[in-house]
């Protein structure tokens, strides 16, 4: 399919499927402000609340000849932003204003902490009646742990991931990215659309509660189910327990991952490395008895791929139909053609006038095509446009 065939019904009189939500954003650091990233991506209007001229997010390095942190930038675009000091009673009415007309409200403060401020979840239903509030937090709104602060390598930690990552003779290892943010901004935009789905059927609101913890282990592919139960994985560095040979193999150039999870494709690789006879030999034919000669297998193509280029294994695996890639950095994914054809890299104007090349939303849309409208705000910058917007109503309204 060309990418004008998937597009051929796309509307330009909206900026995406959520067009016309209101959602407000009291959020700080990467979890809650990815979470509403992904719902103003998709067309919601996204009121980002902070401080007056605040610098949250503002985290090194800059993106190089913008002045202007990455940080901030990623996860804040296609937003706006009204200064509000919410623990001052001005900012408090203001804000409680903006709930009146708002869809949802999405906060990461530590349980109990916008209570105290008089704008929680109690606080802005009795504004907004239907109000869907969702609430981020490293441990969730009730349990025993829930005045411990958490960070996102923290509850990398404590939820039993980071001891399965890294090499297995070596020390446990945090993911590379906010994976325990990631992950809970991602459940908590699907929650906030369930809730809201839920609210158009019923009218009814609610509170929505998502934890970094949970979202870690809901995400773990089943294996706290193994470890409650007797059977506590183990750390496999690049290889796996279920698929033989599974690994990064070095060639004399570089890198490439290969995974073979059925035997035809053992069978495959046999062939492609001049080992016909290993195709259905006892100790090779089937998986069960790779896992048992893990080892050897692994030795095999591992020879076979040293003595050749990325280039030239690559080309073996792809005639041979196997799953294999190079493993390439970052920087060569950037400049990859599949990347711009799918507009992960978009040229985005930022709030300085510069221009940055920010991260495209994953999602596309055939109908509601979306897209990066704008960079992110400076605090407080649509101040003066959502105030205005927020009418003062008559007690009782």
């Known amino acids: 399919m060309r990418r004008e065939e998937f597009y051929r019904e796309a509307r330009d009189d909206l900026d995406g499927p959520l067009h016309g939500l209101s959602v407000l954003d009291v959020t700080k650091v990467w979890s809650g402000p990815l979470a509403t990233s992904l719902l103003a991506d998709m067309g919601a209007d996204v009121i980002r609340v902070e401080l007056p001229y605040g610098r949250d997010g503002e985290v090194p390095p800059e993106i190089p000849g913008t002045g202007l942190s990455w940080f901030r930038e990623t996860v804040n675009r296609n937003k706006r932003s009204v200064g509000l000091d919410l623990r001052q009673p001005a900012g408090r009415e203001a804000f409680l204003r903006l709930v009146r007309d708002a869809d949802l409200v999405v906060e990461n403060y530590k349980p109990g902490t916008l209570d105290e401020w008089g704008v929680g979840y109690s606080d802005c239903r009795k504004v907004r009646p239907d109000i869907v509030f969702v609430s981020i937090t490293g441990w969730g709104q009730y349990g025993p742990d829930i005045d411990r602060p958490a960070y996102d390598p923290v509850v990398q930690a404590a939820s039993g991931w980071m001891a399965l990552n890294g090499d297995p003779a070596g020390r446990p290892v945090r993911a590379p990215t906010f994976l325990a943010d990631e992950l809970a901004g991602l459940h908590a935009a699907v929650g906030a659309l369930a809730a809201l ?55 004399l150039d570089g890198e490439v991952y290969l995974s ?124 003066r446009d959502v105030l205005q917007e927020a009418v003062p109503q008559p007690d009782g309204a």
């Open 197 to 251: 789905a839920h609210r158009d059927r019923t009218g009814e609101g609610q509170h929505v509660d998502v934890a970094m913890l949970d979202s870690l282990l809901a995400s773990s592919c089943g294996l706290l189910t193994l470890a409650a139960t007797g059977a506590p994985p183990v750390r496999w560095g690049n290889q796996t327990d279920f698929a033989v040979p599974s690994n990064v193999y070095p060639c």
């Open 260 to 383: 073979v999870a059925l035997d035809k494709h053992w069978r495959a690789l046999a062939e492609t490395m001049g080992r016909p006879e290993l195709a259905r030999a006892p100790g090779y034919g089937r998986g069960a008895q790779r896992r048992q000669n893990r080892v050897e297998v692994d030795a095999l193509v591992a020879q076979w791929c040293g003595s050749r280029t990325v280039d030239e294994v690559m080309a073996a695996f792809r005639a041979a139909h196997l799953v294999a890639e190079r493993v390439r950095t970052l920087s060569e994914v950037a400049a990859d053609p599949q990347v711009s054809a799918r507009d992960m890299l978009q040229p985005t104007v930022l709030h300085n006038g510069t221009v940055a090349p920010l991260t495209g939303p994953a999602v596309k849309f055939s109908r509601t095509p979306t897209r990066i409208r704008r960079g992110a705000p400076a605090a407080g910058a649509d101040s």
